[in-house]
């Protein structure tokens, strides 16, 4: 069991900045990748960005504002908002997976971010 504890979310104008941070703890799991996902209002959860072996991508939509970052020693992934838009407004998701023990894939309770115009 991999549990994820998510922080860093509220209530920003637009132009501001936010960093979400996501904490996993897996003594036994090797996590490859960490990743987050959002969800706005009335539409379908997206990817964000991801991190693991090595490279990072990114959504079009985020690219140039929102770094993804990952502490392998805290088993931590970051995400730093900046230049945030009134689109960006959703529950954001951190995503873990990998595959030892055996194929896994985890999901955080979601860390709501609103970005008022």
């Known amino acids: 069991q991999v549990q994820l504890v998510e922080s860093g979310g509220g209530l920003v104008q637009a132009g501001g900045s936010l960093r979400l941070s996501c904490a996993a703890s897996a003594r036994v799991f090797r996590i490859n990748s960490m990743a987050w996902y959002r969800q706005g209002p009335g539409k379908q959860r997206e990817l964000v960005a991801r991190?693991?072996?090595?490279?990072?991508n990114y959504a079009d939509s985020v690219k140039g504002r929102f770094t993804i970052s990952r502490d392998n020693a805290k088993n931590t992934v970051y995400l730093q908002m900046n230049s945030l838009k009134p689109e960006d407004t959703a529950v954001y998701y951190c995503n873990v997976g990998g595959t030892w023990p055996k194929l896994f894939d985890y999901w955080g309770q979601g860390t709501q971010v609103t970005v008022s115009s």
């Open positions: 991190i693991g072996g090595g490279s990072t």
